[in-house]
């Protein structure tokens, strides 16, 4: 019984890749149009996109255009083309702009970025599109049935982004280059006013004064100590009961005995 099954399945796989080649090879247009019609609604997206190309040319600026286009566009997000389809479903939108399937294009669009995103330690160019893209959808839809799933989206991106950036920035640190920490730490906390990040991106930015003015040569050194006390003073003012509390106590004591000896070698 197993075996006739299989030869059963075997039999069916073979005559549907025939009747797709002879479709392909040797169907006229309207044969192809309905297998890839066929193909498209049992999920064989693939070989769906195939056929559709080929009938495309035949069918320009005729109604069965903006189905088709629709089509393609929809069969590359399923085969995990997002680029693609991005680009398809956007052209299907400007084309269209009166199609009733608008809002499910412009929802697909912006999931085609999203899809797209890579994790937060690579370039996020994509995260931007994507960014955007739900952006326009929520604009343009705020009541749709996607608008839940859409924000929580903008929020993962936005939360990827903002990680991303204080990694780059507590990324000088790390490699000892204290001037471009300051900077792009003060610039993260200006920029993402209620992140989580913020207590280690003030912090971080303490400990980079600190390590500056430490280093500094002499005659830079009393300025740099100065703009370290300012650091731990606004880090100290959001978070007084900080993790890092006692290791940023350490440094202080240290900043302020430094600060000391040198106003006593000045007044020698």
């Given at each position: 019984?197993?075996?006739?099954?299989?030869?059963?399945?075997?039999?069916?796989?073979?005559?549907?890749?025939?009747?797709?080649?002879?479709?392909?090879?040797?169907?006229?247009?309207?044969?192809?149009?309905?297998?890839?019609?066929?193909?498209?609604?049992?999920?064989?997206?693939?070989?769906?996109?195939?056929?559709?190309?080929?009938?495309?040319?035949?069918?320009?600026?005729?109604?069965?255009?903006?189905?088709?286009?629709?089509?393609?566009?929809?069969?590359?997000?399923?085969?995990?083309?997002?680029e693609l389809a991005a680009y398809y479903f956007n052209r299907f939108i400007n084309n269209y702009p009166k199609s009733s399937k608008l809002e499910e294009a412009n929802f697909?669009?912006?999931?085609?970025?999203?899809?797209?995103?890579?994790?937060?330690?690579?370039?996020?160019?994509?995260?931007?599109?994507?960014?955007?893209?739900?952006?326009?959808?929520?604009?343009?839809?705020?009541?749709?049935?996607?608008?839940?799933?859409?924000?929580?989206?903008?929020?993962?991106?936005?939360?990827?982004?903002?990680?991303?950036?204080?990694?780059?920035?507590?990324?000088?640190?790390?490699?000892?280059?204290?001037?471009?920490?300051?900077?792009?730490?003060?610039?993260?906390?200006?920029?993402?006013?209620?992140?989580?990040?913020?207590?280690?991106?003030?912090?971080?930015?303490?400990?980079?004064?600190?390590?500056?003015?430490?280093?500094?040569?002499?005659?830079?050194?009393?300025?740099?100590?100065?703009?370290?006390?300012?650091?731990?003073?606004?880090?100290?003012?959001?978070?007084?009961?900080?993790q890092y509390i006692e290791e940023s106590d350490a440094m202080l004591e240290r900043i302020n005995i430094t600060l000391e000896n040198m106003e006593l070698l000045n007044s020698?």
């Open positions: 019984m197993k075996n006739l099954v299989f030869l059963l399945f075997i039999t069916v796989l073979f005559t549907s890749c025939s009747e797709y080649q002879k479709a392909l090879n040797k169907g006229t247009i309207a044969d192809q149009y309905k297998m890839a019609e066929e193909l498209y609604e049992a999920g064989k997206y693939s070989k769906a996109i195939t056929l559709f190309e080929k009938v495309t040319p035949a069918f320009k600026g005729k109604p069965q255009m903006q189905r088709i286009q629709f089509m393609v566009a929809n069969s590359n997000f399923k085969t995990k083309s997002y697909l669009v912006s999931q085609s970025y999203y899809k797209s995103s890579p994790v937060f330690s690579l370039d996020q160019k994509d995260s931007q599109k994507a960014l955007t893209s739900l952006q326009v959808f929520l604009d343009r839809y705020p009541d749709s049935n996607n608008a839940k799933l859409v924000n929580s989206q903008y929020k993962e991106l936005t939360e990827k982004l903002e990680k991303k950036a204080f990694e780059i920035a507590k990324q000088y640190y790390k490699t000892e280059n204290y001037i471009a920490a300051i900077t792009a730490l003060g610039n993260f906390t200006t920029e993402y006013l209620g992140s989580k990040y913020k207590e280690d991106a003030l912090f971080y930015k303490f400990k980079a004064g600190y390590d500056l003015s430490l280093k500094s040569i002499f005659h830079k050194k009393e300025k740099r100590l100065n703009d370290a006390l300012k650091y731990h003073k606004r880090f100290i003012k959001y978070y007084p009961e900080s020698k």
